[in-house]
């Protein structure tokens, strides 16, 4: 069936249940006073950066109806990211691409019984998570206006329909905060959050007694989720080779999607005096959890604009992060412990290796609590 044919069918589709949907309609006063036991919250979307900006979100709604039970649907690739987070009292998850599986989550979710099921929109519009809010069986559905991405849905399904702001016009925290201050929900804590499991905490242990060096490692992530977020990996090697020669041991990560990056970045090490090239550990990839460890305990770390730097705000690391094209006034994480370093005219490739140098070298040490 062809594309188009198919994006046309599933809307006359979803928007024919939304439209048979009869619920009624609850002001953000009522919404507040609702006697809520379990609320379910559904962030479907699978960007692990834009997960990490909404714990904040989870903290706010925990505060706002204290003693409520929080569970979170999301996708597999940020079950990780939020799995021990301090608000959620269970995190459900489904994964898209297994339609199979939506049987044995409406089971799970049936079973949790939310009061109220919100539909956290960020910068696109989900309608798998609309549809696991209705298999939810929460007589309460909240979320975001869905006009403003091209479905009329919200309208007829929502109790209370929620702002939604497709472009993100203010740190992204704050765009993850910002339905739920129309409901008269907010916070003035906007840390984000991240918290490893203790075998996560142990592995990252593991990792760095293997390798080379002693003392708290430099971290660095040459990778990216957009190419156009990428520093070149020959210049990430030029700082793992500067840190090496100064004594430190480095630690490189990697993401799933960093195979192409990763072998530039070992290519360019070619030639690395062997004193030097063997404090440079190019670790094999980590689940996030242990990234998070890892980034806990490191001296500081230098990343693009990706997932990790995120992680790596979550968890306080001393960070600098290089940002292109995206805007850092938006997408830097709230931490004062991550700096970020622009390039001029949004061009990465214009980024002088010497500036980076001293920036990341200049970054306060971590010190205390690092190994």
Known sequence: MPRDLRKGLKRWLVEGIARRQHRPRLSAAQVRALPLRRILVVRQHNQMGDMVCATPAFRALRAAWPGVELGLVCAPVNWEVVRNNPDLSRV???DKRRLQDLGRLRRELRAFRPDL?????????????????????????????????????SRHLYACELPSQPDVDRPAVAHSLAPLAALGITTSDLRTVVVPAPAEEA?????????????????????????????????FAAMARRAAASGVPVLVLQGPADGPVLTAFAAALAGTPAAERERITILPRQSVG???????????FLCNDTGLMHVAGAVGTPTLALFGPT????????????????????RLEALDEAVVWEAWRRLPSRQAGTV
């Open 117 to 153: 099921a919100l539909v956290l929109n960020s910068v696109s519009f989900s309608v798998t998570s609309v549809l696991i809010a209705l298999a939810s069986g929460a007589p309460h559905l909240v979320g975001g206006d869905s006009r403003p991405f091209g479905w009329d849905i």
């Open 327 to 346: 805007d850092p006034v938006l997408w830097k994480p709230p931490s004062a412990a991550v700096q970020a370093l622009r390039a001029a005219g949004g």
């Open 290 to 300: 242990v990234c998070a460890a890892l980034l806990g305990r490191a001296d500081r």
């Open 92 to 94: 459900f998850v489904f």
């Open 203 to 235: 592995a990252a242990v593991g990792l760095r007694a293997a390798a080379a060096g002693t003392g708290a490692a430099w971290l660095l992530h040459p990778g990216a989720g957009k190419r156009q977020n990428l520093w070149p990996a020959k210049s």
